[in-house]
């Protein structure tokens, strides 16, 4: 097996027969993907690619996002000592007209809004990630910042939140200071979707307990259409404050 980057690789007499994807956050080393060509499966290949993958991860955080339908990553997940702690759920459906979206942006806050700038946000930034998330990951947000659409939520010159937007209508990642905020950073999410890049669908990964988004989510139509488990061997992360992106990376 070979480590190049966070891939490893397992090969039979040169040939690659399975591949395991790690992300390196600063505090956490996530498992993105992990893949056996099938022929191969039921001989333990995935388990070795996994336990070098982790046994790289060094003394930080390990994590991963498994599928509701991988019983057998649930099980390696806990013969591992990564408990199941979390149901995530990714949702999608058409975006509300934009008169709808805008009392969810306006709510009770009245934030002001910048362009996210991963250095001059850097310090805030870090410190929500740490906290909601669980690890802090500046080298992302400078991919985020070039990629989507971001956004940090100030309040009374804090920032109390940030959330991103995609070409493709994808939502997040966002986090927040407080529950009390996440229905008008929703909002605000959806109607920037729709201006800036004229979208009419959206997708987002939402963590089963962050509440009032998935309520919200619902009442405005949108649908259930994954479900994935956050495993994770470290105390329980603040996910209800909390919006991913995808499930390569959360």
């Not at 099938?38 to 498994?66: C, H, N, W």
């Not at 669908?201 to 509440?211: D, I, R, S, Y």
């Amino acid at each position: 097996m070979e480590s190049p980057s966070g891939a490893f690789v397992a090969r039979d007499n040169g040939t690659p027969i399975g591949l395991a994807y790690c992300t390196a956050l600063q505090d956490e080393w996530f498992l993105s993907e992990c893949f056996v060509e099938p022929s191969y499966r039921r001989m333990g290949i995935g388990t070795r690619l996994l336990q070098a993958a982790m046994r790289e991860a060094g003394d930080v955080a390990r994590s991963a996002l498994v599928p509701a339908e991988e019983r057998g990553g649930f099980a390696f997940a806990l013969r591992n000592g990564i408990a199941l702690q979390t149901p995530v759920l990714r949702i999608a459906g058409a975006i509300p007209r934009e008169e709808h979206l805008a009392q969810m942006a306006a709510g009770d806050y009245r934030f002001r809004v910048e362009t996210i700038d991963p250095v001059a946000h850097r310090f805030a930034l870090d410190a929500l990630d740490r906290e909601i998330r669980g690890s802090a990951r500046p080298a992302d947000h400078v991919q985020w910042a070039r990629d989507a659409t971001g956004a940090c939520f100030i309040l009374q010159d804090e920032v109390v939140g940030y959330a991103y937007v995609w070409p493709d209508g994808r939502i997040g990642p966002a986090a927040s200071a407080s529950n009390a905020y996440l229905v008008q950073f929703l909002g605000f999410a959806l109607v920037t979707l729709r201006r800036t890049y004229g979208a009419s669908w959206c997708t987002a990964m939402v963590p089963g307990n962050n509440l009032r988004v998935m309520r919200t989510a619902v009442r405005i139509g949108l649908a259930i259409d994954g479900t994935y488990l956050f495993a994770t061997d470290t105390p329980m992360n603040d996910l209800t404050r909390y919006v991913g992106f995808h499930a390569l990376s959360f």
